[in-house]
Protein backbone atom coordinates (compact mmCIF):
# COMPACT_ATOMS: atom_id res chain seq x y z
CA UNK A 1 0.00 0.00 0.00
CA UNK A 2 0.99 3.18 -1.40
CA UNK A 3 1.99 5.87 1.59
CA UNK A 4 3.09 9.56 1.01
CA UNK A 5 4.80 11.33 3.86
CA UNK A 6 5.55 15.24 3.72
CA UNK A 7 8.33 16.85 5.94
CA UNK A 8 8.20 19.14 7.85
CA UNK A 9 4.48 19.26 8.94
CA UNK A 10 4.88 23.37 9.11
CA UNK A 11 7.24 25.55 8.16
CA UNK A 12 7.87 29.86 9.08
CA UNK A 13 10.19 31.36 7.15
CA UNK A 14 11.09 35.05 6.57
CA UNK A 15 10.43 36.30 3.15
CA UNK A 16 12.82 36.37 0.68
CA UNK A 17 14.35 32.83 1.72
CA UNK A 18 14.55 29.53 -0.94
CA UNK A 19 13.08 26.84 0.64
CA UNK A 20 12.37 23.48 -0.32
CA UNK A 21 9.71 21.19 1.10
CA UNK A 22 9.86 17.01 0.89
CA UNK A 23 8.15 14.42 -0.27
CA UNK A 24 8.55 11.05 0.23
CA UNK A 25 6.48 7.56 -1.13
CA UNK A 26 6.98 4.05 -0.01
CA UNK A 27 6.15 2.64 -3.06
CA UNK A 28 8.54 3.56 -5.90
CA UNK A 29 6.51 2.30 -9.19
CA UNK A 30 4.79 5.74 -9.53
CA UNK A 31 3.47 7.19 -12.89
CA UNK A 32 3.70 10.71 -11.99
CA UNK A 33 4.06 12.62 -8.78
CA UNK A 34 1.67 15.80 -8.55
CA UNK A 35 2.17 19.16 -6.15
CA UNK A 36 -0.65 21.18 -4.79
CA UNK A 37 -1.03 24.66 -3.04
CA UNK A 38 -4.04 24.85 -0.70
CA UNK A 39 -5.25 28.56 1.11
CA UNK A 40 -7.04 28.05 3.74
CA UNK A 41 -11.13 27.78 3.09
CA UNK A 42 -9.93 26.95 -0.28
CA UNK A 43 -9.65 24.24 -2.90
CA UNK A 44 -6.82 22.94 -4.59
CA UNK A 45 -4.83 24.61 -7.33
CA UNK A 46 -2.36 22.68 -8.95
CA UNK A 47 1.10 23.36 -9.15
CA UNK A 48 3.28 21.09 -11.15
CA UNK A 49 3.43 17.69 -12.25
CA UNK A 50 5.87 16.02 -13.03
CA UNK A 51 6.32 12.49 -15.03
CA UNK A 52 8.12 9.21 -13.87
CA UNK A 53 10.58 9.99 -16.59
CA UNK A 54 11.26 13.66 -15.64
CA UNK A 55 13.99 14.58 -12.85
CA UNK A 56 12.88 17.97 -12.71
CA UNK A 57 9.66 20.49 -13.11
CA UNK A 58 9.59 24.46 -13.30
CA UNK A 59 6.95 26.56 -13.30
CA UNK A 60 8.01 30.38 -12.38
CA UNK A 61 10.05 30.61 -8.76
CA UNK A 62 8.82 26.56 -8.31
CA UNK A 63 10.82 23.96 -8.71
CA UNK A 64 9.80 20.09 -8.61
CA UNK A 65 12.18 17.46 -8.67
CA UNK A 66 11.73 13.66 -8.64
CA UNK A 67 13.97 10.54 -7.77
CA UNK A 68 11.80 7.53 -7.93
CA UNK A 69 14.61 4.67 -6.85
CA UNK A 70 14.94 6.68 -3.46
CA UNK A 71 10.70 7.44 -3.45
CA UNK A 72 11.55 11.24 -2.76
CA UNK A 73 10.26 14.59 -4.64
CA UNK A 74 11.06 17.73 -3.26
CA UNK A 75 9.45 21.45 -4.04
CA UNK A 76 11.83 24.09 -4.21
CA UNK A 77 10.30 27.81 -3.52
CA UNK A 78 12.74 30.72 -4.44
CA UNK A 79 12.50 34.00 -2.93
CA UNK A 80 9.59 33.03 -0.92
CA UNK A 81 6.82 35.81 -0.57
CA UNK A 82 4.07 36.13 1.99
CA UNK A 83 1.80 35.16 -0.68
CA UNK A 84 3.36 31.65 -1.16
CA UNK A 85 1.67 31.08 3.00
CA UNK A 86 -0.43 28.24 1.95
CA UNK A 87 -0.20 24.22 2.85
CA UNK A 88 1.43 22.51 -0.12
CA UNK A 89 0.13 18.84 -0.58
CA UNK A 90 1.89 16.43 -3.11
CA UNK A 91 -0.16 13.27 -4.49
CA UNK A 92 0.81 10.09 -6.59
CA UNK A 93 -1.54 8.28 -8.42
CA UNK A 94 -2.88 4.93 -7.05
CA UNK A 95 -5.26 2.40 -7.84
CA UNK A 96 -4.37 1.76 -10.89
CA UNK A 97 -3.97 5.68 -11.82
CA UNK A 98 -7.75 6.39 -11.10
CA UNK A 99 -7.26 7.94 -7.86
CA UNK A 100 -4.79 10.01 -6.13
CA UNK A 101 -3.18 9.31 -2.65
CA UNK A 102 -2.00 12.35 -0.84
CA UNK A 103 0.77 13.39 1.40
CA UNK A 104 0.42 14.83 4.85
CA UNK A 105 0.87 18.07 3.56
CA UNK A 106 3.65 21.28 5.01
CA UNK A 107 1.69 24.13 6.16
CA UNK A 108 4.02 27.05 5.04
CA UNK A 109 3.66 30.60 6.69
CA UNK A 110 5.98 33.05 5.05
CA UNK A 111 6.81 36.02 7.38
CA UNK A 112 6.86 39.97 6.21
CA UNK B 1 -14.63 30.42 -15.95
CA UNK B 2 -13.83 27.17 -16.83
CA UNK B 3 -13.91 24.97 -13.40
CA UNK B 4 -14.65 23.17 -11.28
CA UNK B 5 -17.58 24.23 -9.27
CA UNK B 6 -19.52 23.11 -6.01
CA UNK B 7 -22.65 23.79 -4.16
CA UNK B 8 -23.34 24.59 -1.50
CA UNK B 9 -19.70 25.80 -0.32
CA UNK B 10 -21.31 25.58 3.48
CA UNK B 11 -23.74 22.65 4.43
CA UNK B 12 -24.92 23.09 8.58
CA UNK B 13 -27.13 20.42 9.36
CA UNK B 14 -28.54 18.08 12.59
CA UNK B 15 -27.39 14.38 12.76
CA UNK B 16 -29.79 12.29 10.96
CA UNK B 17 -31.14 14.39 7.73
CA UNK B 18 -30.20 13.54 4.26
CA UNK B 19 -28.27 16.21 2.59
CA UNK B 20 -27.18 16.62 -1.16
CA UNK B 21 -24.12 17.77 -2.95
CA UNK B 22 -23.31 18.74 -6.32
CA UNK B 23 -20.54 19.61 -8.66
CA UNK B 24 -20.10 20.39 -12.11
CA UNK B 25 -17.00 20.63 -14.66
CA UNK B 26 -16.67 22.53 -17.54
CA UNK B 27 -13.56 21.33 -18.62
CA UNK B 28 -14.90 18.88 -20.76
CA UNK B 29 -13.29 15.97 -18.13
CA UNK B 30 -14.10 12.27 -18.69
CA UNK B 31 -13.64 11.70 -15.36
CA UNK B 32 -14.69 13.14 -11.65
CA UNK B 33 -13.74 12.62 -8.49
CA UNK B 34 -14.96 12.51 -4.84
CA UNK B 35 -12.46 12.94 -1.93
CA UNK B 36 -13.11 13.88 2.28
CA UNK B 37 -11.13 16.21 3.85
CA UNK B 38 -10.77 15.22 7.93
CA UNK B 39 -10.44 17.74 10.72
CA UNK B 40 -7.19 16.94 10.31
CA UNK B 41 -6.91 17.96 6.62
CA UNK B 42 -5.89 14.62 5.49
CA UNK B 43 -7.08 14.04 1.69
CA UNK B 44 -8.79 10.57 1.08
CA UNK B 45 -10.54 9.61 -2.05
CA UNK B 46 -14.00 8.44 -1.52
CA UNK B 47 -14.95 7.60 -5.56
CA UNK B 48 -14.37 7.93 -8.65
CA UNK B 49 -16.25 8.04 -11.81
CA UNK B 50 -15.51 7.75 -15.87
CA UNK B 51 -18.09 8.35 -18.38
CA UNK B 52 -20.74 8.26 -15.76
CA UNK B 53 -19.38 4.94 -14.93
CA UNK B 54 -18.19 4.12 -11.46
CA UNK B 55 -14.35 3.05 -11.16
CA UNK B 56 -13.44 3.20 -7.61
CA UNK B 57 -15.08 3.00 -4.27
CA UNK B 58 -13.15 3.63 -1.19
CA UNK B 59 -14.62 1.33 0.95
CA UNK B 60 -17.23 4.00 1.73
CA UNK B 61 -20.06 3.35 3.62
CA UNK B 62 -23.48 3.12 1.87
CA UNK B 63 -25.09 5.94 3.60
CA UNK B 64 -23.19 8.15 0.58
CA UNK B 65 -24.40 7.57 -2.61
CA UNK B 66 -22.82 9.13 -5.61
CA UNK B 67 -24.64 9.51 -8.81
CA UNK B 68 -23.07 10.92 -12.16
CA UNK B 69 -26.05 12.03 -14.54
CA UNK B 70 -23.66 12.91 -17.12
CA UNK B 71 -20.15 12.87 -17.53
CA UNK B 72 -20.02 17.03 -16.60
CA UNK B 73 -22.45 16.01 -13.38
CA UNK B 74 -21.16 14.48 -10.03
CA UNK B 75 -23.06 15.08 -7.28
CA UNK B 76 -22.92 13.15 -3.24
CA UNK B 77 -25.94 12.44 -1.34
CA UNK B 78 -25.52 11.27 2.17
CA UNK B 79 -28.33 9.75 4.19
CA UNK B 80 -28.88 9.36 7.91
CA UNK B 81 -25.77 12.09 8.71
CA UNK B 82 -23.60 11.13 11.56
CA UNK B 83 -21.09 13.62 13.18
CA UNK B 84 -18.17 11.92 11.87
CA UNK B 85 -19.21 12.98 8.60
CA UNK B 86 -18.12 16.43 9.39
CA UNK B 87 -15.22 17.47 6.80
CA UNK B 88 -14.56 19.01 3.59
CA UNK B 89 -15.88 17.24 0.88
CA UNK B 90 -13.78 18.42 -2.43
CA UNK B 91 -14.86 17.30 -6.35
CA UNK B 92 -12.25 16.97 -8.50
CA UNK B 93 -12.23 16.25 -12.66
CA UNK B 94 -9.30 15.14 -14.80
CA UNK B 95 -9.09 14.91 -18.26
CA UNK B 96 -9.15 10.72 -18.04
CA UNK B 97 -9.12 7.99 -15.83
CA UNK B 98 -5.62 6.11 -15.28
CA UNK B 99 -2.09 8.00 -14.67
CA UNK B 100 -2.28 9.49 -17.77
CA UNK B 101 -5.18 11.20 -17.44
CA UNK B 102 -4.04 14.17 -16.71
CA UNK B 103 -3.88 16.31 -13.58
CA UNK B 104 -6.58 16.58 -11.55
CA UNK B 105 -8.39 19.58 -11.00
CA UNK B 106 -10.09 20.79 -7.86
CA UNK B 107 -13.65 22.63 -7.02
CA UNK B 108 -13.43 24.84 -3.45
CA UNK B 109 -14.57 22.30 -1.23
CA UNK B 110 -18.31 22.20 0.57
CA UNK B 111 -17.65 22.20 4.33
CA UNK B 112 -20.26 20.36 6.21
CA UNK B 113 -21.04 20.93 9.75
CA UNK B 114 -23.56 18.15 11.51
CA UNK B 115 -24.43 19.63 14.83
Known amino acids: KQEVTQIPAALSVPEGENLVLNCSFT??????LQWFRQDPGKGLTSLLL?????REQTSGRLNASLDKSSGRSTLYIAASQPGDSATYLC???????????FGTGTQLKVEL | DTAVSQTPKYLVTQMGNDKSIKCEQNLGHDTMYWYKQDSKKFLKIMFSYNNKELIINETVPNRFSPKSPDKAHLNLHINSLELGDSAVYFC??????????????FGDGTRLSIL
Open chain 1, 91 to 101: AVPTGGGNKLT
Open chain 2, 92 to 105: ASSQASGAGGGPQH
Open chain 1, 27 to 32: DSAIYN
Open chain 1, 50 to 54: IQSSQ
